[in-house]
Every structure is written in C-alpha cells, then in structure tokens.
C-alpha cells in the first residue's frame, strides 16, 4: 500500500498542479486575445508560449512573460514533488528522480526544440 511520506510534500505537489491548470488558463486565454500577426496565430500556442518565454530571458519582465516562467517552472516541479510524495522514504525514490529528469528533458526538448534550418538555396 502507498502512503503518504511528506504531507509538506503533498501540499507543494498540489499548489504546484493548481498552478499549472491556472497558469494554463490564463496563458491560453492571453492568446487567444492577443494582437498579433496571422503568421504567429497559426503558429499555435506552444509558439506563443515559447516566444514569451523567450522574452523573459531577453529581459521583458512583463506580467504574461512572468505568467508562463511560473507554468514552466510548475511542470518542471510537479513530478518530482507528487512521486516524492509517496516515495520519499522507499528505495524507489531513484525512480522518482529518474522520471522526473526524464520529463524535465522532454519538455526542455518540446519548449525549446533547438535552431531551426536555415533554408539553405543552392
């Protein structure tokens, strides 16, 4: 049976997944109000996010870029806090850890997929 190790662990696992269907909310509801161009509309969400996300790292300290650095930072947090939660004190809390590193590389590798080509003409 599975019980619960860290009850402080519990409420940070929660406050983290509210954060993230909060955040989520918000993030979605700026772009579908935002005025940009046709180009970036059909980009889609995860462009939007990206992009603002990015603009954080410029130095835009704006309340949207700060709204989507709290959802990453939530979904990066998420995992490990809710696995610790009922692991803590096992022996399969390596695997805890393991699996949070491999979702913190998924997303890092779905947010910030890398430079895109170049189109390159002969």
Aim: charged share 15%; with cysteine; glycine share 6%.
């Amino acid at each position: 049976m599975i019980s619960i190790q860290s009850p402080v662990l519990l409420v940070l696992a929660a406050i983290a997944g509210g954060a993230i269907v909060y955040l989520t909310l918000q993030i979605r509801k700026a772009y579908l109000l935002s005025l940009t161009s046709v180009e970036e509309k059909s980009a889609g969400l995860l462009h939007f996010y990206r992009r603002n996300l990015e603009l954080l790292l410029d130095g835009d300290k704006s309340k949207l870029t700060l709204t989507c650095w709290g959802h990453y930072v939530s979904l990066h947090l998420f995992p490990l806090l809710a696995g610790l939660t009922f692991y803590l004190r096992t022996d399969a809390n390596f695997l805890v850890v393991i699996l949070t590193i491999l979702w913190n590389m998924q997303l890092m590798q779905r947010v910030f997929p890398g430079p895109e080509p170049a189109d390159e003409e002969p």
